[in-house]
């Protein structure tokens, strides 16, 4: 069962959807803004995709200025929690099966984890 970290306002996120659709998937839509990840899940998370959370921070939204996240000093921990306590900063979408994840940027990664 495919898991989709999605954001219906944004574009990407919309069309990492359509192309699971398209290929017969039916994702589990998590609409991670209003039900947000708690640090456990982000951290299963971040190993799955195979990533450190800066990887995935959104580096363009104000919160990231605003809380000085490209302090390179900030801890893997601090950068979680920020994420949990601001989840627009969460990059998106992200798609997840079984235990491999990926970022939909481009949407078309989404596809590497159904085949």
């Known amino acids: 069962m495919v898991t989709l970290y999605h954001n219906p306002r944004c574009s990407k996120s919309r069309e990492a ?9 039916e994702p ?10 708690n640090a456990k899940t982000l951290k ?10 800066r990887d995935l921070l959104r580096k363009g939204e104000d919160a990231y200025k605003e809380l000085n996240l490209a302090d390179e000093k ?28 990926v970022i939909g940027r481009p949407p078309e990664n989404v596809l590497q984890i159904i085949t």
């Open 17 to 25: 959807l359509n192309l699971l659709r398209e290929q017969g998937q």
């Open 74 to 101: 900030l801890s893997e921990a601090a950068l979680i929690k920020a994420m949990v306590e601001n989840p627009k900063l969460i990059e998106r979408p992200i798609a997840i099966n079984g235990n491999k994840a």
């Open 28 to 37: 589990e839509v998590v609409l991670y803004l209003e039900t947000p990840p």
């Open 44 to 53: 299963a998370l971040l190993s799955k995709l195979g990533i450190g959370a």
